[in-house]
């Protein structure tokens, strides 16, 4: 009997749920990926996540060709299609004759009624579906409370996930021992990984960014986030550090296996390196939202808090320029500025400033998190729904375990604590590389002479302040009224 898998955001061979789990059943296995039209065509031409994958894919062939050699299986490979995957799946199922796809969770909106579809189509054609959980450690309702309902809170989330947490939930899928069962591809899907052109997209400034694709840049960037694990959890706060490990995309697309993460960082915890018991705590992190979007499928779009919905954001003409000045790095608060810079150049932004800028948007800007969380969505590389959705309400104080609404972050202080000598915004606004540290948090308190050594004219080089923080800051606090202070 045959069987299908079919990759989405989990590009590796090694430890894959589904895979392993597929070989073990069928004796003839074949993979595929399908480049989904219907998330495809909603894309800006120009996408790096789309070239990641693209390329991530290369190395995925490459593992899968790897492994059947490995048990004398020539001509094994992934088959690549491109189209509406609710229809491009059931078709390829039936074209290879297969009984059975496997395939891993994918808890986000539009994948459930996706998969729905997919699921009803196999079943008419005799196919059975068969999905897992390989994306995060512990999903849905893995991880509750003793009353048997889902955490809000993450600090006992974490305790919880720690308690239940063992080498059986860390341990690797032994998929190579049975790669014996890969199927060579059929002759008419022997073509290569299409090019990023045929998929009617143009390259990006991917391969200049330091961040290799494929289960094989996964491995090289852990390699080098190992010799600095120990560190992270002072290091992680300076955004002109190079502190965090950078591996949000390859969580992102599965060419890593977050088991395989979590292993060694539990690990190197236990022996007592506080870096990497930071590290995992983020990593518990992303499982924490992962199953608040599966309990609560409608944060997307609002306030996880409901009556924080009752928050009248600003919007108009003079709520727009804003909105475009945030986007485009332009609102005069330099860490603020370069922050965007760095999202706008590289589709990365360093943890702290996601918070210092969602900060800004909402609570100096008076601007609804969704226009930022939708902004982030389409430039983030590690974009992902939880994460992106948690951190955007987390910043608005209306998500679960948010900062509470009346501590504002302050866009001058965190610079001056954070970014003290100014590295950072010096790399992404060159035109203040010249203002000594002590002015470059807030250029507008320097004096004109002070500007003028450092060729800055405000208003030309550099705009000034499109509002007054402390101002601003009264107004969010009015505008939060409306919904109770905690006690
Ligand atoms: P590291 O610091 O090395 O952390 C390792 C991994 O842990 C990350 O790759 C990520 O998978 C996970 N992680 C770390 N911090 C968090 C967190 N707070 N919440 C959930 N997971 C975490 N993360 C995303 O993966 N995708 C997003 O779309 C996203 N959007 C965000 C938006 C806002 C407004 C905020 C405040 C945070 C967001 N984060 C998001 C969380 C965090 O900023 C990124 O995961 C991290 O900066 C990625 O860099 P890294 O891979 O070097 O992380």
């Not at 297969?98 to 891993?104: E, H, L, M, R």
């Not at 330091?210 to 290091?235: C, H, N, T």
């Not at 697309?253 to 915890?269: K, M, P």
Request: hydrophobic letters at 40%.
């Amino acid at each position: 009997d045959a069987a299908l898998v079919w990759l989405r955001r989990d590009l590796r061979a090694e430890d894959n749920a589904a895979l392993f789990h597929a070989l073990k059943a069928a004796r003839q296995v074949h993979c595929a990926f399908i480049f989904d039209s219907t998330l495809l065509d909603e894309l800006p031409r120009a996408d790096r996540r789309v070239e990641f994958i693209r390329d991530s894919l290369v190395g995925l062939d490459a593992q899968l060709r790897a492994m059947a050699a490995a048990h004398g299986v020539d001509g094994a490979g992934l088959i690549v299609r491109h189209g509406a995957a609710a229809q491009e799946l059931p078709r390829l199922a039936h074209q290879l004759h297969v009984q059975a796809v496997y395939t891993n969770h994918d808890d986000e909106s539009y994948a459930i009624q996706r998969d729905a579809k997919v699921r009803g189509a196999l079943a008419d054609l005799g196919i059975s579906f068969h999905t897992s959980k390989d994306h995060v450690v512990f999903e849905r309702s893995e991880v509750m409370t003793g009353a048997g309902s889902p955490y809000s809170v993450f600090t006992p989330y974490k305790n919880a996930w720690l308690k239940k947490v063992d080498a059986f939930y860390l341990s690797a899928y032994p998929v190579s021992r049975h790669a014996g069962a890969l199927a060579p591809r059929p002759e008419s899907d022997c073509s290569e990984v299409p090019t990023l052109e045929s998929l009617g997209f143009e390259r990006t400034n991917l391969h200049e960014l330091k961040l290799p694709s494929g289960p094989v840049g996964a491995a090289e960037l852990m390699q080098d986030f190992r010799e600095r694990i120990d560190r992270y959890d002072d290091a992680r706060n300076y955004p002109a550090v190079k502190g965090p490990s950078y591996m949000g995309p390859h969580l992102r697309f599965g060419t890593v296996s977050v088991r395989a993460l979590a292993r060694e960082a539990h690990e190197r915890a236990a022996k007592g390196s506080p870096g990497a018991a930071t590290w995992l705590s983020e990593l518990i992190w992303r499982d924490f939202y992962n199953q608040v979007l599966h309990h609560h499928p409608r944060v997307v779009g609002h306030a996880f808090k409901p009556e924080y919905d009752a928050i009248k954001w600003d919007h108009g003409k003079a709520a727009d320029a804003l909105f475009a000045a945030w986007r485009e790095g332009r609102t005069g608060y330099p860490l603020v500025d370069a922050a965007m810079h760095q999202l706008n150049e590289t589709g990365y932004m360093h943890n702290r400033l996601r918070m210092v800028t969602a900060s800004f948007l909402t609570k100096d800007l008076g601007i609804d998190w969704r226009r930022g969380e939708a902004y982030f969505a389409l430039h983030l590389n590690d974009f992902d729904l939880a994460s992106n959705n948690g951190g955007w309400q987390w910043a608005a104080s209306t998500g679960c375990d948010a900062q509470p609404y009346f501590r504002i972050f302050n866009p001058v202080s965190q610079s001056e604590k954070f970014d003290a000598e100014g590295k950072f915004i010096r790399r992404y606004l060159p035109q203040l590389a010249k203002l000594p540290a002590k002015l470059i948090h807030a250029p507008w308190l320097a004096r004109p002479i002070e500007l003028a050594e450092a060729g800055v004219v405000l208003g030309k080089q550099y705009p000034h302040p499109v509002v007054d923080h402390d101002e601003a800051r009264a107004r969010t606090l009015e505008r939060f009224a409306v919904v109770k202070r905690p006690a």
